[in-house]
């Protein structure tokens, strides 16, 4: 995506474009702070932003008199449009606006301008040059700086580490009223956000993450409101529903995150010599290894005080090796849903009788030159283990999960897709 920088006077029809930035502020019951954020918003965009812009007031069911200060002002400031919608959620406002705009790059910040303005720039700068797909304003990365109580404080952190725990997102900061994404990739993501509300942004970055986008985070000054009108008690709640619909979702295999990761994912970088994701299957087959050893060894041990040495090792190999199956399918190869889930665990098992013949058959040699102690059956296992693991993964990837395996690029799609635009300011 390139965009020029003509300038404004250039001519009728560099006019006429579409804008490059829409600023959306969704709003509700607002009629006192609307005005002063809207006219100190477009005051920065007009004297610093070198692209063409809109600023679309999204007023969500307000009750006083948001509507009107909200028309008002787009009736007086150039560029600057009302929206209002007859049902409250900023989630619906801002799905509802960015689906509609025609702009290139769609952002929101909140109406209190909490953040610092001087992070706009930066924050859309990246998706106008194609670099990332989207962006947000981050109170909790190196570099930010943030004035705000300690209340507040505990409970953001503490959300972002339960998105961390149980979604495994790897962005720092979810509820940040400043983020943007481009056009091309908010058509295809937003018909899979569901959630109306705050929770909105979290689903939206953590789909982001799953179709591998890439998200840009901008360290932010924020100061914060104490005039907030948001309930953190039923916000929290909300937010913890919306994890586990979310979870499940991802869970099941519901979400066509596949078929969006082809479209607009970003593919593995080239390394002469290792297959497309080979290095990251790698390290989570170790970690889920790691595991399954663990478990097998503490069964075996459990199951030796009543067993021969033989019975506990089938058993105890049998339960893990179901657990390792089903933990690789879901994590090292990321197979979801349950269509060849039972046939995952029939090839497993094949696999499974590959590293109970290594670890049989090294039990049975031990006993056969000697009567070692308990210690020495172990050791002898882990090694048998390790060799067992590294043939268990060359199986998994070359035939039980196979048709999980990334597929290069080919040149004609390995490119980015981009939007062409000339740019002038308002």
């Known amino acids: 995506m390139s965009l020029s920088t003509l300038p404004s006077y250039a001519d009728d029809q560099v006019r006429a474009v579409a804008p ?85 790059v769609l952002a929101y910040m909140d109406v209190d301008l909490s953040t610092d303005l001087g992070a706009l720039l930066p924050l859309v700068a990246p998706l106008i040059s194609g670099h990332s797909d989207l962006a947000i304003g981050s109170r909790l990365a190196r570099g930010s700086r943030v004035v705000r109580g300690a209340k507040r404080e505990f409970i953001s952190r503490t959300y972002n580490l339960i998105l961390r725990g149980t979604l495994a997102a790897r962005f720092s900061d979810a509820q940040c009223g400043f983020k943007a994404i481009r056009a091309d990739v908010a058509a295809r993501l937003l018909p899979m956000v569901e959630d109306t509300g705050w929770f909105f942004d979290t689903e939206l970055l953590v789909l982001a993450e799953r179709a ?65 994701g080979l290095t990251g299957q790698l390290l989570r087959f170790a970690a889920v290894g790691v595991a399954s050893t663990l478990a097998y060894l503490l069964l075996y041990a459990l199951l030796r005080t009543g067993a021969g040495p033989q019975a506990a090792n089938l058993v105890a190999l049998l339960v893990t090796a179901v657990a390792n199956t089903a933990a690789n399918r879901r994590l090292t190869f990321r197979v979801r849903g349950h269509d060849g889930a039972w046939r995952h665990q029939a090839q497993g098992l094949v696999v499974f009788a590959v590293g109970l013949g290594l670890t049989s058959g090294s039990l049975a040699l031990l006993h056969a030159v000697s009567d070692p102690p308990t210690t020495v059956e172990l050791g002898v296992l882990v090694t048998a283990n390790l060799v067992a693991t590294g043939v268990r993964f060359l199986l998994m990837r070359i035939w039980v999960f196979r048709a999980a395996q990334p597929m290069p690029a080919s040149p004609a799609t390995a490119h980015e897709p981009g939007m062409n635009a000339r740019a002038s300011t308002v």
């Open 212 to 276: 591998g986008l890439r998200i840009h985070e901008v360290p932010v000054d924020w100061v914060d409101d104490p005039d907030s009108r948001v309930d953190i008690v039923a916000t929290a709640l909300a937010d913890l529903r919306g994890i586990a619909r979310l979870t499940r979702a991802l869970g099941t295999g519901r979400l066509p995150l596949g078929a969006l990761r082809e479209q607009l994912g970003r593919n593995p970088l080239p390394v002469a010599g290792v297959p497309a």
């Open 20 to 104: 490059v930035l829409d600023v959306v502020v969704p709003v509700h019951n607002e009629e006192i702070d609307l005005e002063p954020c809207v006219r100190r918003l477009h005051a920065y965009l007009r004297d610093g932003f070198p692209y063409r812009f809109r600023i679309t007031i999204a007023d969500n069911a307000s009750t006083d008199s948001t509507a009107e200060v909200a028309d008002r002002l787009a009736e007086v400031l150039p560029g600057v449009t009302a929206v209002h919608l007859s049902e409250k959620g900023r989630g619906r406002a801002l799905k509802f606006v960015w689906t509609h705009s025609d702009a290139a």
